[in-house]
């Protein structure tokens, strides 16, 4: 077993970690506070070649495998620090260019990937409704066969992207009767008639990634726009969902590094009781605890990485990583609060946004509840 990173890698990493640092982290809490994209910081990611790291060279991208993917994210993220913006990225880059790419016709990879990876287009993934967000069998936007087109109608919510979105991955039932079997896959521009992006939706953390609600009032679709096959819009979306866990998370990793060596500035430089507060073992407690949290959620992802770089099953894996990270990054951020004191409670200090923007990451991509399903169904398969 070789835990060694190539020159390349290392470079990488290193010039995505400069790009968080110059580009990104700069307006961070001004985006935060304005709930807006970075639109300069996405045009330069576009040119650094975020949007397309995990796309062919032919249609544009950089063309990436999954471990260099993994290692240049989380260089990115320790840089920046911004989970809004690393959540937009990461929806676009992710959830809609790789169910195009996995299920894609030629026809639509040529139309639409250049596109998304120059940035000019912004892409999405509509899946969670108001009646359907862990029962994703349940949902129940409909999508009726007439002549050469399908018709839609429906609603999605707590969509990231949908206010700026040009490109969305929609998955809707054909029957709702077949439960699973019924969902199926379109891939929907926001000119088409009938679409409309709903409500903006305000949150609490994660602020510099647009979130809002998708609108189907009898939208229309080119049957050439139907991702995959009838039917097989479940399958689209959970190997979709396997890719958001283990290649999305690592730029989170890289902003809890970040958040780490900032709690061991604070606690160097705070004195209390004639002393740095990082002499104090309660202190020193917590920094050890983030620090195994951070190097375990490291190696899982890389573990990930690794299977999917093999063209591997990682389903089991990329749930356990999720779930150990999510959990343990909502502690740590709440850790590393408690080290500031009441300075951590102030906004002027980035800690205030991290506790903001980490809660979520135990809900979206399947929640903790779902990934320890998933994992037991495993488990019960594996064990006599
Ligand atoms: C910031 C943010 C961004 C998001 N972006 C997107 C996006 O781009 N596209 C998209 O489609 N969705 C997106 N989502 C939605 C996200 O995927 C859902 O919130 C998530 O799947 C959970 O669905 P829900 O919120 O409806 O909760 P519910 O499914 O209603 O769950 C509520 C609670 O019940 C628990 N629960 C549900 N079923 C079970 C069960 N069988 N056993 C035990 N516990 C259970 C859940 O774990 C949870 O704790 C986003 C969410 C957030 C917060």
Redesign the pocket.
């Known amino acids: 077993m070789d835990f060694s990173w190539t020159e390349e890698q290392i470079s990488m990493r290193n010039q995505a970690y400069k790009f968080g640092k110059e580009i990104v982290a700069p307006n961070s809490a001004e985006m935060d506070e304005k709930e807006e994209l970075d639109w300069d910081a996405w045009k330069k990611a576009a040119e650094f070649g975020f949007q397309g790291m995990m796309i062919p060279q032919k249609y544009g991208g950089v063309g990436l495998d999954p471990l260099t993917i993994c290692y240049t994210m989380e260089g990115l993220g320790h840089g920046c620090r911004d989970v809004g913006f690393l959540?937009s990225l990461g929806?676009h880059m992710v959830?809609c260019e790789i169910p195009i790419l996995e299920a894609g016709t030629e026809a639509q990879k040529e139309k639409y990937l250049p596109k998304l990876v120059t940035g000019e287009w912004v892409g999405?993934?509509?899946?969670?409704?108001?009646g359907?967000?862990?029962?994703?069998a349940a949902l129940s936007t409909t999508a009726e066969k007439k002549g050469d087109v399908y018709i839609l109608n429906g609603s999605?919510?707590?969509?990231?992207?949908?206010p700026i979105g040009d490109l969305f991955v929609v998955?809707a039932t054909v029957d709702k009767s077949k439960g699973h079997k019924g969902i199926t896959a379109f891939l929907v521009e926001k000119s088409f008639e009938g679409f409309q992006a709903g409500r903006k939706l305000e949150?609490m953390?994660?602020r510099a990634?647009p979130?809002g609600e998708l609108v189907f009032e009898d939208c229309v679709v080119p049957e050439e726009n139907l991702l995959g096959q009838v039917g097989q819009g479940f399958a689209v979306a959970m190997s979709t969902l396997v890719w958001e866990r283990s290649t999305m998370l690592p730029a989170l990793v890289g902003a809890a590094e970040a958040r780490l060596e900032e709690a061991v500035r604070y606690a160097k430089n705070r004195v209390q009781f004639g002393k740095p507060i990082a002499s104090f073992e309660a202190i020193q407690t917590k920094l050890a605890n983030m620090k195994m949290h951070l190097e375990l959620s490291k190696t899982m992802f890389y573990k990930v990485a690794w299977l999917k770089s093999q063209g591997k099953p990682a389903t089991m894996e990329a749930s356990l990583a999720k779930l150990f990270f999510s959990e343990t990054n909502r502690m740590d951020a709440l850790d590393a609060f408690q080290i500031h004191g009441g300075y951590g409670y102030m906004k002027e200090y980035p800690i205030e946004r991290d506790v903001r923007d980490c809660i979520?990451n135990t809900?979206?991509?399947?929640?903790?509840?779902?990934q320890?399903?998933i994992i037991a169904r495993d488990v019960l398969s594996m064990y006599e």
């Open positions: 959540t929806t959830i999405g993934f509509g899946q969670t409704e108001p359907a967000g862990s029962d994703v999605k919510t707590f969509i990231t992207n949908a998955l949150k953390g994660m990634s979130t979520a809900l979206g991509g399947g929640t903790s509840e779902i320890r399903m």
